[in-house]
Every structure is written in C-alpha cells, then in structure tokens.
C-alpha cells in the first residue's frame, strides 16, 4: 500500500503561483498513474490534473486554463503540481492519488489510495 503525503499549500495573493508536492512512502510509485483533486467549501471533490505512470500521458480539466502543471518524479518518489496565476476560485483543499492502473483518469473511483490533503488559500 502506498501512503501520500501532500504538502506546500498556503494562503497566497492572486496572481501568484504554488508548487504543490505529493511524497510517497511504502511503496515507489512508478507503476501508479497520479492525480492531483481539489475539493472546495459545501463542493464536491473534482478533478484537476493526472499523470501516467511513465509520464507520458497528462491530463488535465477543462475549467484550469492552462495554469496547472503536474509532474512526476520517480526517482524521488513524488509528484508535483505547478499552479500559476492564482485565482479566489482556485481556493480549496488539494489531494493527491493513485491509481493502481498506471493511467491518468479524471474520475476519483479511480483511484485507490488518497493523501489527507493540503490547503490553498487565494486572496483576492
């Protein structure tokens, strides 16, 4: 079983950027594809970005514009999310997650294994 530990959140002005980062322990996480989900205040969790295993193959929702980056490196055991350009609406709690398939799905009954989350706070 692979635990997931999400950190770099903060609260941030608009316009400003965060790097989000998802260490894995217990197990590597090379065959595992990887998704990063955010989940607002009264929302429901949504998607935001995946990576295959290999990272070849990314994925991202629609609603983020381009301004979300996600990688991985396997060799550290952790997985990334670049956000640029702040927004208020960007506000929510970040998840990262597995997926025992090694793909990159939108859906979170995708994904096995989930960490507790890390907090980003936008001002506007």
């Known amino acids: 079983q692979v635990q997931l530990v999400e950190s770099g959140g903060g609260l941030v002005q608009a316009g400003g950027s965060l790097r989000l980062s998802c260490a894995a322990s217990?197990?590597?996480?090379?065959?595992?594809?990887m998704g990063w989900f955010r989940q607002a205040a009264g929302k429901e969790r949504e998607f935001v970005a995946a990576i295959s295993r290999s990272g070849s193959r990314t994925n991202y929702a629609d609603s983020i514009s381009g301004r979300f980056t996600i990688a991985r490196d396997n060799a550290k055991n952790t997985v990334y999310l670049q956000i640029h350009s702040l927004k208020p609406e960007d506000t929510a709690v970040y998840f990262c997650a597995a997926n025992q398939w090694g793909i990159a799905p939108s859906s979170t009954s995708e994904y096995a294994y989930w960490g507790q989350g890390t907090q980003v706070t936008v001002s506007s």
């Open positions: 217990g197990r590597t996480i090379s065959p595992y594809g």
